[in-house]
C-alpha cells in the first residue's frame, strides 16, 4: 500500500514537472480553445432556430410529427395561442446554448487538427463535428422515446433529421468562421 502511493506521488510529481516545463504551451492552447467567434455562434443559433421552425410546419413534417406524438389539430391550434411564446424563447435559448458548445468543440478539434497535421480545413471540421455529435448523442438519445414510449420510428425519423441537418449547418457555419 505504501508502495503505490509513494509511486503515485512520484508519478504526479513528474507530471507536475512536465507540465511546468511547458506550461507556455498549455496556456496558449487554452487561450485559444477559448477564443470563439461569437458571430459565427449568434449566426449559427440563430439558423438552427430558422431550421427547427421550418421543419415542423405542418406543410413539411409538421403533420407527420402532431400526428406521431398524438396531438389532435384542432387541439393543437388552441394550444398554439397559450404560451407560443414562451416555449419559442426557451427553444432559441436551447438553440444558442448548443451553439456555444458546438463551436468550443469545433475550436478544440481545429486546434488538436491543426497541430497534429499541421493542416486542416475549419469547414470540414465544423461539418464532422456536427455528424459526430449527432451520430453520438443525439440520434442515439432520441431511440429512448420509440424503444420505452411506444412511438412510431417516424418520430425518431423526423427528430433524428431535424437535428442531423440543424447540426451540420451550425457546425459548417461554425466551421467557416473559426
Not at 438553440?95 to 486542416?120: D, E, N, R
Not at 432520441?142 to 420505452?148: A, C, F, K, S, T
Not at 412511438?151 to 433524428?160: E, Q
Amino acid at each position: 500500500m505504501t508502495c503505490s502511493i509513494r509511486v503515485f506521488t512520484c508519478s504526479m510529481v513528474f507530471l507536475f514537472i512536465d507540465w511546468y516545463d511547458k506550461r507556455e504551451v498549455y496556456v496558449v492552447i487554452i487561450k485559444k480553445y477559448m477564443d470563439v467567434n461569437y458571430i459565427a455562434i449568434t449566426v449559427a443559433a440563430l439558423a438552427g432556430f430558422v431550421i427547427g421552425f421550418v421543419w415542423y410546419l405542418p406543410g413539411v413534417f409538421g403533420k407527420v410529427w402532431m400526428k406521431a406524438v398524438g396531438i389532435i389539430p384542432t387541439a393543437q391550434e388552441t394550444q398554439q395561442k397559450k404560451g407560443m411564446g414562451g416555449k419559442m424563447f426557451v427553444s432559441l435559448v436551447s438553440v444558442f446554448l448548443v451553439s456555444f458548445v458546438l463551436a468550443h468543440v469545433i475550436q478544440g478539434m481545429y486546434i488538436w487538427k491543426g497541430s497534429t497535421t499541421g493542416t486542416s480545413d475549419p469547414l470540414m471540421i465544423g461539418v464532422s463535428t456536427g455528424l459526430w455529435i449527432w451520430l453520438g448523442f443525439l440520434a442515439t438519445s432520441l431511440i429512448d422515446p420509440v424503444l420505452w414510449q411506444n412511438k412510431p420510428w417516424s418520430l425518431w425519423r423526423i427528430n433524428a433529421g431535424q437535428w442531423l441537418v440543424r447540426l451540420l449547418v451550425m457546425g459548417a457555419i461554425i466551421g467557416s468562421m473559426v
